[in-house]
């Protein structure tokens, strides 16, 4: 059962820990809970939790998470693809002038040649997909190198400033430490 903003509203004043308990329960409901096959009108609600269940508040809630835990990783796949759904331009042009110095993370990745704004958003779209199909490694694998790509081309271009190049390459490696600790079955 997905949870609305009412049921984590009602925790507001709650202890910390139940609520911080709330959030990694729903983490771990949508990434281990949603397994069907087949089922795509499941697939894309789970993706498009942000504009029909408020997933926002959630993400506020795993935003104090630790970079190794479940609930902390969901939150950085949710900065991620909302930064990108809110400038996909940008993306694709910090893409583009990455993947040239980083191409094998930029195959990795798997955007479309040449890298759109709209060639972004699918690449995002496909690889939030892969949570609830039960690929979630090669999703975090997938974002880290993303993630790799955009850092170097922030810092091919220079209008980035060298904070926001340094952190875009944080959360790429934060991404892939993830994805070596799921692969090993030590994320939670």
Same mark, same amino acid.
């Given at each position: %059962?997905?949870?609305?903003?009412?049921?984590?509203?009602? %925790?507001?004043? &709650?202890?910390?820990?139940?609520?911080?308990?709330?959030? =990694?329960?729903?983490?771990?409901?949508? #990434?281990?809970? #949603?397994?069907?096959?087949?089922?795509?009108?499941?697939?894309?609600?789970?993706?498009?939790?942000? =504009?029909?269940?408020?997933? =926002?508040?959630?993400?506020?809630?795993?935003?104090? &998470?630790? &970079?190794?835990?479940?609930?902390?990783?969901?939150? @950085?796949?949710?900065?991620?693809?909302?930064? +990108?759904?809110?400038?996909?331009?940008? +993306?694709?042009?910090?893409?583009?002038?990455? @993947?040239?110095?980083?191409?094998?993370?930029?195959?990795?990745?798997?955007?479309?040649?040449?890298?759109?704004?709209?060639q972004v958003l699918v690449m995002v779209d496909e690889v939030l997909h892969g949570i609830?199909?039960?690929?979630?490694?090669?999703?975090?694998?997938?974002?880290?190198?993303?993630?790799?790509?955009?850092?170097?081309?922030?810092?091919?271009?220079?209008?980035?400033?060298?904070?926001?190049t340094v952190r875009m390459l944080q959360l790429a490696e934060q991404l =892939?430490?993830?994805?070596?600790?799921?692969?090993?079955?030590?994320?939670?």
């Amino acid at each position: %059962m997905v949870r609305t903003d009412a049921f984590f509203e009602e %925790m507001t004043g &709650s202890d910390p820990a139940q609520v911080r308990e709330a959030g =990694e329960l729903a983490a771990t409901m949508l #990434v281990r809970g #949603v397994r069907r096959e087949g089922d795509e009108v499941l697939i894309d609600r789970v993706v498009r939790l942000a =504009e029909t269940e408020g997933l =926002e508040v959630l993400a506020d809630i795993w935003s104090g &998470s630790p &970079s190794d835990s479940l609930a902390g990783t969901l939150w @950085r796949l949710y900065l991620l693809t909302t930064w +990108v759904k809110g400038n996909p331009r940008r +993306v694709a042009e910090e893409f583009r002038a990455g @993947r040239g110095t980083a191409q094998a993370a930029g195959v990795v990745a798997g955007v479309a040649d040449p890298p759109g704004p709209e060639q972004v958003l699918v690449m995002v779209d496909e690889v939030l997909h892969g949570i609830v199909r039960g690929d979630f490694v090669d999703v975090l694998h997938r974002t880290a190198a993303f993630a790799h790509v955009v850092a170097t081309g922030r810092a091919h271009l220079g209008h980035a400033s060298h904070d926001e190049t340094v952190r875009m390459l944080q959360l790429a490696e934060q991404l =892939e430490a993830a994805s070596r600790l799921e692969s090993r079955g030590a994320l939670v």
